[in-house]
Structures are given as structure tokens and as C-alpha cells.
């Protein structure tokens, strides 16, 4: 079992990312390959295409499966996944929070934009932790790529990745993200090359991008948003990514995120 050390929470606190490396088993990578391909061939209504049609590969993906998801379910309610996120978090207890598939097909060339996560979702507070879990090797220029401490930093602007629209927070409401590929000399940009069983742990105001994956591969990731004991609800006017449809009706504003959608993980 993986102990995380005081260095490790040090780190994610301090660059907002760390790669964990060699903390699953192969066994665990085959139950999470076996979950994707299933995933794959049961699309939820909530899965796209966000590669342009004229892209010779293919990036797909698809939100919130767990629960139709045998291997996912027997993945994620494992104890050692949740204990990770909450002693990261800082946490009394680790919360899942959605699960996400994004598999960029063989030869895909549509990168993944820079963005922070946190401002697409319907949540508030700093005790958050996404937890992405490479199935195929990647290398640096094709793995995520994080500017360390910037989730120290402002919320920014979250646009649409295919079309640059502000389908959340109405224009000028946030500061824009800077150009980051204009130069990327000006930014403290950290990446890892990684193998399966190896996962990398970032918070969701962490800035993050990822090229297309590497010649000639395929580039399967399964990835889990975990948050913790200060993350409240937070009703937004406009369809969040994922949406929790009907949620407001279950929880007030500002109420912990006490729901069978959010089940406890783990806990101290």
C-alpha cells in the first residue's frame, strides 16, 4: 500500500501536481482497461467527440459512469485511491465527486487546451483533488502538463475548448487565461513521462493541458475528482460539466455535498 510522505503533501500544496509513480498493481490497470473498453461500447449521454471531424484520430469522452460501471465501482470504493486524495486534500474524508474517461485514439492531433477545472463545475472550496490514471505509456511532450502554483491563483476564464465561448461565467466576469504556448519560457510548466500503474494527483485550479498522444499510440485515461470537507454546492445559472441535473432540488446552497451521488471513499 502507497504512504504517501510529508514531502508528497508538501508538494501538492506547494506546485498544485505530483506524480505518484508505481502505486497501482497490474491487476488493477487490467480491471480499469477491461472498465474503459466497457465504457467505450456504452456510451453515456453524457460522452462526445471534442476532435474536429477532420482529425485522423479520435478524442472521446464520457462523465459520470461509475455506477453502471462494475470495473469502476470495484476500482474506486478500494481504500487506497481515497486515502491518497485525502491525505493530499488534507481531508477527514475523501469524497468522489465524478468520474472521467478521455481516450485520445491513435493519431489523434486535437491537444487538450489549457484550462483550471474547477470553474466549469458546480462546486466551491480548496479541498479538491483530480487523480489521472494512465492505461498506456506516455511520454513528456505527450503527457499533462501543469503550471505549478497556479492554483494559488485566480479563477480564469472557462471557455469551450473547440470554439473559445464563454458558455459559463458571462464575459469579463473572470480574468482571461494567459497564452501560455505564446511563451512557455515565462511559466513554470512541470510534466512527467508516465507508465501504467503510475498516476499523477493536481488540484482542480491547477492550470493543465496535454498534446495529442504519442505516434503511433493510443493514450487511455481514466481519471477521478475527489473533494473534501470544505467543498460546498454551488448552484451555477448555466448547465455545468459534468451537470448534476436535479441536484438543487436535494441540496441548498452552500450545504456540504452530503449526497448517494458523492459517496465517502475513504475517511480518517
Known amino acids: 500500500m502507497t504512504v504517501l ?21 497490474p491487476e488493477q490497470i487490467e480491471e480499469l482497461r477491461n472498465g474503459v473498453e466497457y465504457n467505450l461500447s456504452h456510451l453515456s449521454p453524457l460522452a462526445k467527440v471534442v476532435s474536429e471531424a477532420d482529425d485522423p484520430g479520435c478524442f472521446i469522452e464520457d462523465f459520470c459512469t461509475w455506477q453502471q460501471n462494475t470495473f469502476y465501482r470495484k476500482f474506486i470504493f478500494q481504500p487506497e485511491i481515497g486515502m491518497i486524495a485525502g491525505l493530499l486534500m488534507k481531508s477527514g474524508v475523501a469524497r468522489l465527486y465524478h468520474d472521467h474517461l478521455l481516450v485520445k ?13 474547477q470553474p466549469y463545475y458546480n462546486i466551491d472550496g480548496k479541498q479538491n483533488c483530480s ?8 511520454s513528456r511532450d505527450a503527457t499533462l502538463e501543469f503550471v505549478a502554483g497556479s492554483h494559488k491563483g ?7 475548448f473547440r470554439d473559445n465561448q464563454a458558455k459559463w461565467f458571462p464575459e469579463g466576469t473572470l480574468a482571461e487565461l494567459p497564452d501560455i504556448e505564446a511563451d512557455r519560457n515565462r511559466f513554470h510548466i512541470i510534466g512527467w513521462p508516465v ?5 499523477v494527483c493536481f488540484h482542480m ?9 504519442d505516434p503511433g499510440q493510443r493514450r487511455r485515461v481514466f481519471s477521478l475528482r475527489f473533494i473534501g470537507d470544505d467543498i460546498t454546492f454551488t448552484p451555477r445559472n448555466w448547465r455545468t460539466s459534468p451537470p448534476f441535473d436535479g441536484l438543487d432540488n436535494d441540496l441548498p446552497v452552500g450545504a456540504p455535498m452530503v449526497h448517494p451521488l458523492f459517496p465517502i471513499v475513504w475517511s480518517k
Open 105 to 117: 485514439e491513435t493519431n489523434t492531433r486535437q491537444a487538450t487546451p489549457w484550462h483550471q477545472d
Open 131 to 138: 487523480i489521472w490514471i494512465p492505461l498506456d505509456p506516455i
Open 195 to 199: 507508465e501504467p500503474g503510475d498516476i
Open 154 to 160: 485566480p479563477w480564469l476564464m472557462p471557455r469551450s
Open 205 to 213: 485550479l491547477t492550470l493543465h493541458a496535454a498534446r495529442g498522444p
Open 5 to 25: 510522505v510529508q514531502q508528497q503533501i508538501d508538494q501538492f500544496d506547494r506546485d498544485g501536481a505530483i506524480c505518484l509513480k508505481s502505486v497501482l498493481t
